[in-house]
């Protein structure tokens, strides 16, 4: 068997390709859009691509079956409860995928979503202790899938959460503990809010150290998986959605080059400027308007965080990096990408009547701020974080939901904002500047920075 785990940081997403060398026979587990890298490995190895698996209906990235299906020939396959528009096997329960010698059994998992499936893999059809379980996400490292995504379209937590229990106890605990556990996502992945930076472990280590797996009966298991969960990104349901339908296939080409004009009447026409140089490069001059998003970061979630997936993007990029803005957007299903601005901020360079200038805070500087003019405070972290501790007298709105919030802010007076680093502040502070704030700051470093000056005793407790 060759079986591969293919890990894409920036979305903390796993894939999978997995092939019996006995009769060239392979499939691709929950694959990004751009597929270029499983085609590659599967020809290199001598590979024919028979099946995409797809575990459920993604909602933090688009998954890349119908490309695979186009690509390769392959059959789409997703669980028996799942309903799409386009043409899928539905695998039911208990059924057998065989590659050769390397068989998969689909079982049922449902809790995460309802047509979640998890798919049991052997080497050997007859191998008492199976190679590993891929667990879409059912069962993380470290965590469970969060039960609460689909409330918008009429599934409570509650009835998913109870599902889930019944899903990982029946259905995935009750593998030998030696079988290896493949989870979909890792540490990053708001799917969950205690996700392990491991990407593999075994049932039985899960067993030990999971806390959603701790003996606790279904009502206890709700409330602990229900509590905290990190503010879902805006367009979590957008791709959820899109996962069902038979939509546009990737266009992987660089972005158009736009001269400044042609930008200036695209921002004029709603489009918005994702600037997506690191926070530093951003502060010291941009187009006016444009919201910094760094490629550095987990750039395309966050971009589905603060732009509405309707929304016409322009982005503006260092050299080099027009294509792989626009492919990252694309991952997340967001197509709408109109253009790079020509030689990037260079073609401000007679215009700095159109360069807007960023103001970060130092720890220092905040606390003459808050001294002399009492600025609001906004912290833009997840529950979780917040939970740990605040700067007082903060306003906490995560960043997922600052653009529906974004009349709790009064812009009248100075507003800061902050977040664990710096990341993401420069994105919330970008944000309301293109709204229309006129004096806002982020903190550098953030709460971290923050806590470590305020109180290192407690900053060395928390780290």
């Known amino acids: ?10 979305l903390s997403q796993a894939s ?3 092939g019996d060398e006995t009769t060239g026979r392979a499939v691709v587990v929950d694959p990004r859009r751009d597929i270029d890298e499983y085609l590659a490995d599967a020809k290199a190895d001598g590979f024919e691509i028979t099946h995409v698996i797809v575990t459920h209906f993604h909602a933090d990235f688009l998954s890349g079956h119908l490309e695979l299906a186009d690509a390769a020939g392959a059959t789409i396959v997703f669980g028996a409860k799942a309903n799409a528009d386009f043409e899928f096997h539905g695998a039911s329960d208990g059924e057998i995928l065989s590659l050769g010698e390397v068989t998969l059994e689909f079982r049922e998992t449902p809790g995460h979503t309802p047509e979640s499936i998890s798919i049991v893999v052997r080497e050997h059809a007859d191998d008492e202790v199976p190679y590993g379980v891929l667990t879409g996400d059912t069962l993380f490292i470290g965590d469970v899938g969060r039960p609460d995504l689909l409330a918008s379209v009429g599934v409570t937590a509650d009835e998913l959460a109870r599902a889930l229990y019944r899903s990982l106890h029946e259905r995935l605990m009750v593998l030998p503990d030696a079988t290896r556990v493949f989870p979909a996502h890792g540490a990053g992945s708001a799917c969950g809010k205690n996700l392990s930076t491991e990407t593999v472990s075994t049932i039985g280590e899960q067993r030990a150290t999971n806390y959603a797996l701790q003996p606790m009966d279904v009502e206890a298991f709700v409330a602990a998986v229900t509590e905290g969960q990190p503010a879902a990104p805006g367009y979590f349901i957008y791709n959820a959605t899109l996962n069902k339908q038979d939509r546009a296939l990737i266009d992987e080409e660089a972005p158009a080059p736009l001269d400044l004009a042609e930008v200036l009447a695209a921002q004029a026409s709603g489009a918005v400027v994702v600037d997506t140089r690191d926070p530093i490069s951003f502060a010291a001059g941009h187009l006016l308007g444009s919201i910094n998003v760094g490629l550095d970061g987990r750039y395309a979630e966050f971009v589905g965080s603060v732009v509405a997936p309707d929304q016409d993007i322009v982005v503006v990029t260092g050299p080099g990096d027009e294509a792989e803005a626009k492919v990252r957007l694309a991952r997340i ?3 709408r990408v109109l253009g790079a601005l020509r030689d990037g901020v260079g073609s401000l360079a007679n215009r700095p009547d159109l360069v807007g200038r960023a103001s970060r805070l130092t720890v220092g500087q905040f606390e003459d701020r808050r001294s002399e003019v009492g600025p609001q405070v906004v912290d833009i972290r997840n529950p979780g974080e917040q939970a740990i501790g ?3 007298d903060a ?5 997922a939901q600052l653009g529906d919030r974004i009349d709790e802010i009064d812009f009248d007076r100075p507003v800061v904002v902050y977040c664990a680093g710096g990341y993401r502040s420069s994105i919330a502070a970008s944000l309301l500047r293109s709204k229309g704030a006129s004096d806002v700051s982020d903190l550098l470093g953030g709460y971290g920075a923050w806590l470590q000056t305020t109180n290192p005793t407690l900053a060395i407790l928390n780290p």
């Open 16 to 18: 999978y390709l997995i």
């Open 390 to 392: 605040t700067i007082p």
């Open 395 to 399: 306003l906490t709105i995560p960043i």
């Open 1 to 10: 068997m060759k079986f591969t785990q293919y890990y894409l940081d920036c």
């Open 333 to 335: 299903g967001y197509d």
